[in-house]
Nanobody, 124 residues
Framework: QVPLVESGGGLVQAGDSLRLSCIGP????????VGWFRQPPGKEREFVAA????????YYADSVRGRFTISRDNAKNAVYLQMNNLKVEDTAVYYC?????????????????WGQGTQVTVAS
């Protein structure tokens, strides 16, 4: 599998915004559901948001709903995560992943192709 490629992370202040990008390996990327996860320092990887294949529909973790928006541009084989009003607790390595086709969207094990991650650090 060709891994996904994330970009857009960085160091920002609380209240700032960032947009993360996830580029898929080809036109087939538009036919899969894609999720964003994050792994805070010393913690488990956790669900952030997902864009389903059918519908499409979007799903968010309670901690980011209303602040983060997931979107996709199939012409660019890209999925984005717009993050507004960032908080210190949003600090983490952010990963995008392609859904395997079965399983819940908010479960790490439901995804089979991951990117290398991009670091987001929010300073107070």
């Amino acid at each position: 599998q060709v891994p996904l490629v994330e970009s857009g992370g960085g160091l920002v202040q609380a209240g700032d915004s960032l947009r993360l990008s996830c580029i898929g390996p080809g036109s087939s990327f538009s036919s899969v559901a894609v999720g964003w996860f994050r792994q805070p320092p010393g913690k488990e990887r956790e669900f952030v948001a997902a864009f389903s294949r059918i519908g499409p529909s979007t799903y968010y973790a309670d901690s980011v709903r209303g602040r983060f928006t997931i979107s996709r541009d199939n012409a660019k084989n890209a999925v984005y995560l717009q993050m507004n009003n960032l908080k210190v607790e949003d600090t983490a390595v952010y990963y995008c992943a392609a859904h395997s086709g079965s399983g819940y969207y908010n479960v790490v094990g439901s995804y089979g192709n991951w990117g290398q991650g991009t670091q987001v650090t929010v300073a107070s």
